[in-house]
């Protein structure tokens, strides 16, 4: 199974009720299943100094500092699960890639940890890392750019 068809398996998740979905091809099994829904439990914000500034709301799809004009012909990358990102292939190793590298489709960019899975994040067009919005170790969302990619 590729990464397009994980990828509309998880779509027609989302898109239905459906709670559960195990494939099996080629010697090989993988089950999605859907985390019960949490409710949310109101919390008090912490205290903030009167000087300080809170800002609340939900993040955009463009990362934070990012603006439309700065990414404006350039092509995301995101991520296709909810998951832990880590630039390189083990701790004190050197990155897949860095910014202004050259890349080929199947390129390895990046590895998404979930539920203690290493999944390797390949390219699927050829291009330049023109940006890499995400730091090393940070939790990344389903559809959340990792990557932006100038063509060649």
């Known amino acids: 199974m590729d990464l397009k068809e994980l990828k509309a398996l998880l779509r027609l998740m989302e898109g239905h009720d459906v709670e559960e979905v195990e494939v099996e091809e080629g010697g090989r099994r993988i089950r999605i299943r859907r985390r019960p ?13 009167h000087a300080a500034t809170q800002v609340t709301g939900t993040a955009s799809p463009l990362t934070a500092g990012t603006t439309a004009s ?3 012909g350039l092509i995301p990358v995101e991520s ?12 004190g190793a050197e990155p897949y890639v860095k910014e ?4 080929q489709k199947g390129t390895v960019l990046c590895i ?3 539920m203690k899975l290493m999944n390797e994040i390949e ?6 890392i023109a940006r890499i919005p995400v730091e090393n170790g940070q ?14």
């Open 37 to 49: 829904a949490q409710p949310l439990i109101p919390q008090a914000p912490p205290a903030v100094p």
């Open 70 to 72: 700065e990414t404006a």
């Open 80 to 91: 296709p699960m909810v998951g832990t990102f880590y630039r390189a292939p083990a701790p």
């Open 100 to 103: 202004g590298d050259l890349i």
């Open 112 to 114: 998404i940890e979930a």
């Open 123 to 128: 390219a699927e067009v050829k291009g330049r």
């Open 139 to 152: 939790p990344v969302e389903f559809g959340q750019t990792l990557f932006f990619l100038e063509p060649v």
